[in-house]
């Protein structure tokens, strides 16, 4: 199997599958295809069209079968790989961790716009719109709820797709200085104390491409 | 049983997609419309579902809400209704076209709400819509090329895909856009099902107007339920 990601340092979208495969054992090839523009990779688009055709990343390819979209890789691995733990093992719990994640595939873009995935900033603390404050109170609400009946460390106790979904998420509440509750912070911790956390933001940081778009400081680029 | 919570039926395409999956998958189940942006709606939607959101289904003491999370629930509660194709490749397929859908198209979502009253007629679309527009038309055409052999929707039968596009298969007939001859098909196959003219009717039928959904508020031009 080969996943196809953008930068490791932005691309959100692409942390999702390579987090989960990594943390639950699944084994796989990557291959990074950095975003275009401008500084970038130009050929980004006709490369990622040999993968797959909605020209977006990440894509799957498992033999003849090509799988876009984020959920629907993490729901083609858990049919493929049923004994590694994608989503919950009971229908009820399954149900919520799916429709979190759907939650979040489809929302929060107030937050997803101000606060870019951006590994290598360090720290730094950042205003919200009254939008994106409200996606970080649903957020953790549904975190903390989560957690509060799964007993954690995380969202249905041991590590499952849904948290694949939001380990962007605990990255940007972190990058950016979001204050949050105790619970949330610990959430957070859990999910970057991952040994495939670490890996990929090992590689994210010494990535030499900036995309400005994602900088939020643009022209200044904040590194560790 | 099943319960489905859910917004109006001329403006909610959200809560058009589980209720024609479940229905048209002969999966029983009884339903409350919440009309949006009413009184007291915001708060009625809350206390059924944490995420404010319509649809919700309610299945004893199990809420699921995201109408990708429901179907994907029905489809597991009920494998005899086969909401997802058969073979993996094809039902791999299938969930990377519905996600697709889940979080995209927003130009098109945006400059076309549904609408299935307003009769139809064209309107001044964006690059961005026109770029989603033959997104989609390319999908459906592969996605009936390849896997669409057994029938007329995009898997053959009818499966959770296109319960996932029913709303974008209205919005182009109500925006009157140019679509292909092949898509004009699959479009006409969908406009066909019984489940189909049974939201259609009820949608046709409901008082609630909202102004934002309407292009030429407060000038609203309704479509009868015979036409």
Known sequence: ?224 | MFRLILGNKNYSSWSFRPWIGLRTAGIPFDEEVIPLYGEGSKENILARSPAGKVPILIDGDVRVWESLAILEYAAEKFPAAQLWPADPAARAHARAISTEMHAGFVALRSECGMNMWRPPARKALSDEAKANIARIQALWTDARDRFGAGGPFLFGRFTAADAMYAPVVSRFETYAIDVTAPVAAYMDAMIALPAWQEWRRAGLNEPWVIAKFEDHYPDVKRLKVDA
């Not at chain 1, 429709?99 to 919200?128: D, Q, T, V, W």
């Open chain 1, 1 to 224: 199997m080969k996943l196809i990601i953008g930068n490791k340092n932005y691309s959100s979208w692409s942390l999702r599958p390579w987090i989960a495969m990594k943390a639950l054992g699944i084994a796989f090839e990557e291959i990074v295809i950095p975003f275009g523009s401008p500084l970038g990779n130009p050929d980004f688009k006709a490369r990622i069209a040999s993968y797959t055709p909605a020209g977006k990343l990440p894509a799957l390819v498992d033999g003849d079968t090509r799988v876009w979209e984020t959920l629907a890789i993490l729901e083609y691995l858990a049919e493929k790989f049923p004994a590694h733990g994608l989503w919950p093992c009971e229908p009820q719990v399954r149900a919520e961790a799916r429709a979190l994640a759907s939650e979040m595939h489809a929302g929060f873009s107030a937050l997803r716009s101000e606060c870019p995935m951006n590994i290598r900033r360090p720290i730094k603390s950042r205003l919200l719109s009254a939008a994106a404050q409200a996606d970080v109170a649903r957020i953790e609400t549904m975190w903390q709820s989560a957690r509060a009946r799964s007993g954690g460390p995380f969202l249905f106790g041991q590590f499952s797709a849904v948290d694949a979904m939001y380990a962007p998420v605990a990255s940007r509440l972190d990058t950016y200085g979001i204050e949050v509750s105790r619970d949330t912070r610990d959430y957070i911790d859990a999910v970057m104390a991952l040994p495939a956390f670490a890996e990929w933001r090992a590689a994210a940081i010494a990535e030499t491409w900036i995309v400005p778009e994602d900088e939020v400081d643009w022209p200044t680029v904040l590194t560790a």
